[in-house]
């Protein structure tokens, strides 16, 4: 089974500030993982897919990075509604498997 | 507008079953992959199973292989989620989600709302 280790576990940050966010795979899965956002109480939205691909309607200030094992999820000015939990998630091979999330949090 | 919405959760006690559904709309549902995700209270996220557009392959978890059993019915644009032999472990919030391919290893790209499952005596 493919790990997905997420870091760090809380980021403490004001609006306007940039997160950057890690997800880290315990082998190569190529550019096969999607980044979502999941808020209290709601399901989780996908945000980006095949490491660097903006879903539809998802605004220009995500964007992602990486391939093989290191990847990165980055904010780059924090909107009131941008703090929620982060979950990196792998479909490179069976089972798929999600990282244990990033909680972005006002500080 | 695509939609999906589950239901079948509830209460069931230990060793017990339950069958979960989720009626998706607006889009053409025999041509995507479908998936369930599901959450403990408190918790991560954790993939169950994926059936293709076809039904023909199915795929789960470790975690619930041999005790549940996904499926569709194309004509009624509904996937299902029989669940047995169920555990406290088994309890959390279950999410359907629409696949952006046909095979079971897309990308999850429509969620529904969620349906609790708990289990307990």
């Known amino acids: 089974e493919i790990v997905l280790t997420q870091s760090p576990a809380t980021l403490s940050l004001s609006p306007g500030e940039r997160a950057t966010l890690s997800c880290r795979a315990s082998?190569?899965?190529?550019?096969?993982l999607a980044w979502f956002q999941q808020k209290p109480g709601q399901a989780p939205r996908l945000l980006i897919y095949?490491?660097?691909n903006r879903a539809t309607g998802i605004p220009a200030r995500f964007s992602g990075s990486g391939s093989g094992t290191d990847f990165t999820l980055t904010i780059s000015s924090l909107e009131p509604e941008d703090f929620a939990v982060y979950y990196c998630?792998?479909?490179?091979?069976?089972?798929?498997?999600f990282g244990g999330g990033t909680k972005v949090e006002i500080k | 507008e695509v939609q999906l919405l589950e239901s079948g959760g509830g209460l069931v006690q230990p060793g017990g079953s339950l069958r979960l559904s989720c009626e998706a709309s607006g889009f053409t549902f025999s041509s995507y992959a479908m998936t369930w995700v599901r959450q403990a209270p408190g918790k991560g996220l954790e993939w169950v199973s994926a059936i293709s557009g076809s039904g023909g392959a199915t795929y789960y978890a470790d975690s619930v292989q041999g005790r549940f059993t996904i499926s569709r019915d194309n004509s009624k644009n509904t996937l299902y989620l029989q669940m047995n032999s169920l555990g406290a472990e088994d309890t959390a919030v279950y999410y359907c989600a629409k696949e952006s391919g046909y095979n079971g290893y897309d990308n999850f790209d429509y969620w529904g709302q969620g349906i609790l499952v708990t289990v307990s005596s």
């Open positions: 998630q792998q479909r490179s091979r069976w089972p798929l498997t």
């Open positions: 082998q190569s899965i190529g550019s096969h």
């Open positions: 095949d490491a660097s």
